[in-house]
């Protein structure tokens, strides 16, 4: 992983963080603001101006790729430097919650 993709990424944006989880399938951008929208009871609502343009540099940095696209939507996925970057968030918030469950 370049300086580059670690800079931007780690840690990453909450956007990111959901981006990255939900195209894990293949999924468009709309799909996704439902999705998280879903798995966090409506707590995190992603703007589709937040949304594309996150997606837009997402596939620049080779994080998601552009799959297909379907009734107007293009349908993306995570990539293999997607799913590293990914992985090491979650690791560091598990560092972080496991430290904070040892304080408490």
């Given at each position: 992983?370049?300086k580059?993709?670690?800079?931007?990424y780690?840690?990453?944006?909450?956007t990111?963080?959901?981006?990255?989880?939900c195209?894990?399938?293949?999924n468009?951008?709309?799909?996704?603001?439902?999705?998280?929208e879903?798995?966090?009871?409506?707590?995190?609502?992603l703007?589709p101006?937040?949304?594309?343009?996150?997606?837009?540099?997402?596939?620049?940095d080779?994080?998601?790729?552009?799959?297909?696209?379907?009734?107007?939507?293009?349908?993306y996925?995570?990539?293999d430097?997607?799913?590293e970057?990914?992985?090491?968030?979650l690791k560091?918030?598990?560092r972080?919650y496991?430290?904070?469950?040892e304080?408490?």
């Amino acid at each position: 992983m370049d300086k580059h993709i670690k800079k931007v990424y780690v840690p990453m944006t909450e956007t990111a963080f959901f981006i990255l989880f939900c195209l894990q399938k293949p999924n468009h951008g709309y799909g996704i603001v439902q999705m998280v929208e879903k798995i966090t009871e409506g707590a995190v609502k992603l703007t589709p101006g937040t949304m594309y343009g996150s997606l837009s540099k997402m596939e620049k940095d080779n994080l998601i790729r552009f799959v297909c696209e379907e009734d107007k939507r293009k349908i993306y996925q995570i990539t293999d430097l997607g799913l590293e970057v990914l992985q090491i968030e979650l690791k560091r918030i598990e560092r972080l919650y496991k430290i904070i469950q040892e304080e408490m």
